[in-house]
């Protein structure tokens, strides 16, 4: 009996653990880590085997993604992938500066597959930098909230019925 042979197969190997970036990732995402500063992702890796308190897993801020969105969703001649670096995810959409430096929103809802290029940033619990930049966010955030309660409660003031 002959063994079948597989003609149209792609091998995706594990990311490297190498302290040198290689180019095994696409052009295009070589392009956006340059433009990063980054020259190692490799502390940067998914955990998926092990301890489960030791896994660490999932999309983080700054990844960089390939996403297929849904057919009946474009129009014309669109490139079904959109390929860039994740900025925010929300409830119903995600936010990517794609491989041409353009800001796009995609809604969930026409989403199909997210592939993860690589993480360029810790898992979040670990990420000093961004706890730093939330905490300060929400400082922010709270003053600007104050401000406008003390502005609309001394406007109401001037207005009571008397």
């Given at each position: 009996m002959?063994?079948?042979t597989?003609t149209d197969?792609?091998?995706?190997s594990p990311l490297?653990k190498s302290s040198?970036?290689t ?12 433009r990063m500063?980054?020259?190692?992702v490799s ?12 896994r ?5 801020r700054?990844?960089?993604v390939e996403i297929?969105?849904?057919a009946?969703s474009?129009t014309?001649?669109m490139?079904?992938w959109?390929r860039?670096r ?22 969930r ?7 993860l290029?690589?993480?360029?940033r810790?898992?979040y619990?670990d990420?000093?930098?961004?706890m ?5 966010e929400?400082?922010?955030r709270?003053e ?5 309660e ?5 406007s109401?003031?001037n207005?009571?019925w008397?």
């Open positions: 002959e063994e079948p597989i197969a792609t091998v995706h490297p040198i970036m180019t095994d990732y696409p052009d295009w995402a070589m392009v956006e880590l340059d500063g980054i020259s190692d502390d940067f890796q998914d955990v998926l085997y092990g301890p489960i308190a030791d660490k897993a999932g999309l983080r700054d990844d960089l297929l969105l849904d009946r474009l014309g001649d490139e079904p959109v860039g994740l900025i925010s995810s929300h409830k119903s959409s995600l936010e990517i500066i794609d491989s041409e430096g353009h800001f796009r929103a995609l809604a809802e026409v989403i199909v597959e997210i592939r290029i690589t993480h360029t810790p898992p619990i990420d000093e930098e961004l730093t930049f939330e905490r300060s929400a400082r922010r709270s600007i909230q104050e401000e406008v003390k502005r609309a409660s001394n109401h003031e207005h009571q008397g």
